[in-house]
């Protein structure tokens, strides 16, 4: 399975993986699963950081390498594929997520309830 998560997941994950549901976090841990952090991720944190609004790792790059997650840069395809979507979430980052797990085939961890609204897969974090 390919996994996407949501950027409450990431910092979860590494801070406090036991924030996270049981299912959640053996999704996550599984070897046969697939776990993406997409660069729009890294982008959301690294702006609420600067801004003061969140703590992070300051080498959040080394830190996802670390957990064995692969990197999902975004694409053009993957910022196009924005627009068809309904408008039922406003934030550009969220929606650039649920368009990336649509085009990757994966299921978005997460526990934004406006997610999960979309046709896209999801696992409750």
């Keep these: 399975m390919i996994?996407?998560?949501d950027t409450h997941?990431?910092?979860w994950w590494l801070d406090n993986p036991l924030q996270l549901t049981d299912t959640a976090r053996k999704a996550i841990a599984e070897p046969a699963n697939e776990v993406l952090v997409s660069a729009a991720t890294a982008w959301e944190i690294a702006i609420k950081r600067s801004l003061g609004k969140l703590q992070a790792p300051t080498d959040l790059e080394g830190a996802i390498i670390t957990c064995g997650f692969r990197r999902l840069p975004i694409t053009l395809a993957h910022?196009?594929?924005?627009e068809p979507l309904p408008p039922l979430h406003r934030d550009p980052f969220d929606r650039l997520l649920i368009a990336q797990a649509?085009?990757?085939?994966a299921t978005l961890i997460t526990r934004d309830p406006l997610m999960e609204m979309y046709s896209?897969?999801?696992?409750k974090a």
């Design 120 to 123: 896209v897969p999801t696992i």
């Design 9 to 11: 997941v990431v910092l």
């Design 102 to 105: 649509v085009m990757e085939g």
């Design 3 to 5: 996994l996407l998560l």
């Design 79 to 82: 910022a196009l594929a924005t």
